[in-house]
């Protein structure tokens, strides 16, 4: 199993952000879009990758998400425009 861990935030449907942690992304993006992900993405569907950070060790990765969760939802969208605002609509991105 790999120690590279991601944490990431997926813009849901009705336009509120989620923050989470895999060391599986194209897997976690996919059981997302399943209905399958979190409780709450499951009902805000579609979701679209919006960020995403590249670490080593789950630890980091805790943390890091931890740091994201407690921005405001401004500084959430201004660290997401200062990576260039992109979506990633293809999982093979990654």
Same mark, same amino acid.
Request: aromatic share 10%.
């Given at each position: 199993m790999t120690n590279r861990y991601h944490v990431y935030m997926l813009e849901c449907a009705d336009g509120t952000l989620y923050t989470g942690i895999t060391n599986r992304i194209k897997e976690r993006?996919? @059981? %997302?879009q399943a209905g399958k992900g979190a409780r709450y993405t499951r009902s805000r569907l579609p979701v679209r990758l919006r960020y995403l950070e590249r670490g080593e060790? @789950?630890?980091?990765?805790? @943390?890091? =998400? %931890? =740091?994201l969760r407690q921005l405001s939802r401004q500084q959430k969208w201004q660290l997401i425009a200062e990576k260039g605002g992109q979506i990633y609509a293809n999982p093979e991105e990654f």
């Amino acid at each position: 199993m790999t120690n590279r861990y991601h944490v990431y935030m997926l813009e849901c449907a009705d336009g509120t952000l989620y923050t989470g942690i895999t060391n599986r992304i194209k897997e976690r993006i996919a @059981k %997302h879009q399943a209905g399958k992900g979190a409780r709450y993405t499951r009902s805000r569907l579609p979701v679209r990758l919006r960020y995403l950070e590249r670490g080593e060790g @789950k630890s980091w990765a805790l @943390k890091r =998400e %931890h =740091e994201l969760r407690q921005l405001s939802r401004q500084q959430k969208w201004q660290l997401i425009a200062e990576k260039g605002g992109q979506i990633y609509a293809n999982p093979e991105e990654f």
